[in-house]
């Protein structure tokens, strides 16, 4: 079986198509700066060179074309048709609250899909708008969209509601539902897998740090906590992301610098974070370089990153009673031997100790936990694409038995 997943940012589409009996990855690529000047794509065949088609993208629908067409061409192709794909999955930012898992789109949920959007201005218009585009292009496909949300709607409610007026969140859905939530599921289950654990007895934290970074608190497989909120602004501090502020803090810099909320926003989203701190760069190998050659403010932003995740972590371990594994994922989780070494040197208190020699690496599976250390520590790189292909290979299965039933 053959599965295509599609990532339909707004300017981007990245791809992964996969064989799903050997879990390879036949193709993949990258389309940027769609419907702009110097628009491109980048296509990676399993055993051929890549190949970069400097083309005009004017929009989703010839970016999507424009990949099919590479994907099955003589030269650069890894498949004879099309109609080899067997579905395509979908990676949709915002489920609210209706998509609780992982759904074949059928034109009955459009509308419910679409009711998202308000939810994610950025995100889920064009997260759709490929959805649309493969409708028509792959009509025997089965589209399957799959949530960054749905994960965590296994939080409860007193987890997920604001102390706010209670008709904000019966009126608006005003209310926590957090995100990363396929990275967070896939990297928890390989962390079961490399422990050799039951998944419903395991208790772990997963860190997923890149440049957005969020924690999940998971219990038996099921997300119950995390850090980040209505939006992917809230939770740690980030690359140019504030994380937590006090919220009174948008109102009074509207005041003073004569901005509207919205302004104020924007500046919170991709002027602040440790970008913001430091003055030098959201990028933590730069920040770093800058902290190791004296310069204050990027050892502040570090300091301040690690401070927030900790503090994070040591406010997550309540809510699960235990804690089991500690997980380390995407970007800086992954490849930062320092930040890892700091963050787990500061949870001292809860028996956590990581041999230095194994932490020492940098984007592979691995245990870094002592032997006589109180909770496992393992560093998972994530993949969102496989996790993503197999919800879609599970749901049509699951479909294809409904069906029969
Ligand atoms: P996103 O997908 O959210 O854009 P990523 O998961 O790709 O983010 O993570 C990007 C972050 O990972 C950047 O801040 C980058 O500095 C950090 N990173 C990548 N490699 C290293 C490294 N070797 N050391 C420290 N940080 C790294």
Redesign the pocket.
């Known amino acids: 079986m053959k599965i295509l997943v599609l990532n339909c940012g707004s300017s981007s589409v990245k791809y992964k198509l996969f064989e799903m009996e050997s879990a390879k990855v036949l193709a993949q690529g990258l389309a940027e700066r769609i419907g702009m000047p110097g628009s491109c794509l980048k296509h990676k065949p399993a055993g051929k060179p890549e190949v970069l088609l400097d083309q005009i993208l004017p929009g989703h629908s010839e970016t999507v074309e424009n990949i099919l067409e590479l994907l099955t061409c003589q030269k650069h192709g890894v498949i004879n048709s099309i109609q080899e794909i067997t579905a395509v999955g979908h990676r949709v930012v915002h489920g609210g609250e209706k998509f609780k898992g992982s759904v074949i789109v059928e034109d009955n949920i459009f509308k419910d899909l679409e009711k998202c959007n308000e939810l994610a201005p950025l995100h889920n218009p064009s997260n759709i708008a490929g959805i649309n585009v493969c409708k028509n292009l792959i009509p025997y496909a089965s589209q399957v969209a799959v949530f960054d949300t749905a994960f965590h709607q296994t939080m409860p409610s007193y987890v997920y509601n604001y102390a706010i007026p209670y008709r904000y969140y019966s009126g608006y859905g005003l209310r926590k539902y957090g995100f990363h939530g396929i990275s967070h599921k896939y990297v928890v289950q390989r962390s079961a897998k490399i422990l050799g654990q039951n998944l419903t007895c395991l208790k772990g934290i997963t860190c997923h740090l ?3 970074a969020s924690l999940c608190a998971v219990d038996a497989g099921k997300s119950v906590d995390t850090t980040m909120g209505f939006t992917p602004l809230a939770g740690l501090v980030m ?1 140019t992301r504030s994380g937590d502020i006090d919220p009174a803090i948008v109102d009074f810099l509207a005041e003073k610098e004569g901005l509207s909320p919205s302004e104020v926003i924007e500046i919170l989203n991709r002027e602040s974070g440790v970008l913001g701190l430091s003055g030098v760069s ?4 730069d920040l ?1 370089s800058a902290a190791r050659s004296g310069i204050k403010r990027a050892a502040l932003a570090l300091d301040m990153f690690v401070y927030s995740v900790s503090k994070n972590i040591g406010a997550l371990v309540p809510t699960l009673g235990r804690l089991d594994a500690l997980v380390f994922t ?3 989780g992954e ?2 031997p320092e ?1 890892r070494f700091r963050i787990c040197s500061s949870l001292n208190y809860l028996g956590i100790k990581i041999d230095e020699q194994k932490n020492d690496c ?1 984007g592979m599976e691995i245990e870094i936990s002592t032997s006589d250390s109180a909770v496992r520590v393992l560093v998972v790189p994530t993949d969102e694409e496989i996790m993503i292909a197999n919800e879609v290979k599970s749901i049509i299965k699951d479909g294809q038995l409904s069906l029969a039933n």
């Not at 959201?282 to 190998?285: C, G, L």
């Open positions: 890149g440049n957005g690359g959201s990028d933590f190998r770093e995407a970007g800086i490849n930062s930040i940098r």
